[in-house]
Nanobody, 117 residues
């Protein structure tokens, strides 16, 4: 499985950005996809996740501002980020965990999101 993230960039405080993550390879029917972020000097943290059944979860810091979704072909993961804040500045990574004989994790390359005040 390979993941290719895109859509990062520079936004102003209160602005919006949309991240995309294109998946290729054999994903199967049971999986979890998510967006993580890592700011300088901080640990990587979960931003939002979505399961193969459509369940979603969000970090408290982004609830009501960010929306995770995927296309019906489950090949692309999205993160719509609204009302951006300077503290959202980080490198954002997409990840997929797929269940084959066991769980396997795959990461995309990071995409930089910078929010200016």
């Amino acid at each position: 499985v390979q993941l290719q993230a895109s859509g990062g960039g520079l936004a102003q405080d209160g602005g919006s950005l949309r991240l995309s993550c294109a998946a290729s390879g054999s994903i199967g029917s049971i999986y979890v996809m998510g967006w993580y972020r890592q700011a300088p000097g901080r640990q990587r943290e979960l931003v939002a996740g979505i399961t193969s059944s459509g369940g979603t979860t969000y970090a408290d810091s982004v609830k009501g501002r960010f929306t995770i979704s995927r296309d019906n072909a489950k090949t692309t993961l999205y993160l719509q980020m609204n009302s951006l804040k300077p503290e959202d500045t980080a490198v954002y990574y997409c990840k997929i965990s797929v269940l084959v004989t066991g769980w396997g994790d795959y990461w995309g390359q990071g995409t930089q999101v910078t929010v200016s005040s």
